[in-house]
T-cell receptor, first 114, second 112 residues
Framework: DVKVTQSSRYLVKRTGEKVFLECVQD?????MFWYRQDPGLGLRLIYF???????EKGDIPEGYSVSREKKERFSLILESASTNQTSMYLC?????????????FGDGTRLSIL | GENVEQHPSTLSVQEGDSAVIKCTYS??????FPWYKQELGKRPQLIID?????GEKKDQRIAVTLNKTAKHFSLHITETQPEDSAVYFCAASRGANSKLTFGKGITLSVRP
């Protein structure tokens, strides 16, 4: 069974802090994704990566960056956290671009910026 | 880019009745349409998906239908049970491993 693990379920940070959210998958998936989920807005894609050291902007990349130094790990970075980044953050992974496999999600990190 | 809309935003049905959730999409090149179920406090989980080369797919009590001409697809749940209560998200992409665009989600409540 696919396992996508996010480092924290709940996180509280202060405005202006640099925040790191970590995601690890154990199925040798090439593709990894970061979404944020807000009530009434569904899941919105922040960044994604198709390979190590590769990254592409999603629909709402402003205020975020990512890092993919190893295949199994995809980090989301809030360079200077702001209150409007309070949200549920979901990581997902999928096999590779050539195959036809769906995305699998982690349990999410509920981030509060005070 | 792709735009996916879900209708209605909430749906309440009596246990044992059927539920239908509809989604429309805008990108005619989209060819992969998954449905995810998210129970309260849990991760979204894939429940069924369909590709554009078929018009319907069934898995026990759930089915998905796709109308490429009208650019809409629907989730059908028969004999609903209280454990079907959740938020359901539809999505569309140009392939299973391309960027997914999600709808805003619909909250389904099944009344015992």
């Amino acid at each position: 069974d696919v396992k996508v693990t996010q480092s924290s379920r709940y996180l509280v940070k202060r405005t202006g802090e640099k925040v790191f959210l970590e995601c690890v998958q154990d199925m040798d998936h090439e593709n990894m994704f970061w979404y944020r989920q807000d009530p009434g807005l569904g899941l919105r894609l922040i960044y994604f990566s198709y390979d190590v050291k590769m990254k592409e902007k999603g629909d709402i990349p402003e205020g975020y960056s990512v890092s993919r130094e190893k295949k199994e790990r995809f980090s989301l970075i809030l360079e200077s956290a702001s209150t409007n980044q309070t949200s549920m953050y979901l990581c997902a992974s999928s096999f590779d671009r050539a195959s036809d496999q769906p995305q699998h999600f982690g349990d999410g990190t509920r981030l509060s910026i005070l | 880019g792709e735009n996916v809309e879900q209708h209605p935003s909430t749906l309440s049905v009596q246990e044992g009745d059927s539920a239908v959730i509809k989604c429309t999409y805008s990108d005619s090149a989209s060819n992969y349409f998954p449905w995810y179920k998210q129970e309260l406090g849990k991760r979204p989980q894939l429940i069924i998906d369909i590709r554009s080369n078929v018009g319907e797919k069934k898995d026990q009590r759930i089915a998905v239908t796709l109308n490429k001409t009208a650019k809409h697809f629907s989730l059908h749940i028969t004999e609903t049970q209280p454990e079907d209560s959740a938020v359901y998200f539809c999505a569309a992409s140009r392939g299973a491993n391309s960027k997914l665009t999600f709808g805003k989600g619909i909250t389904l409540s099944v009344r015992p």
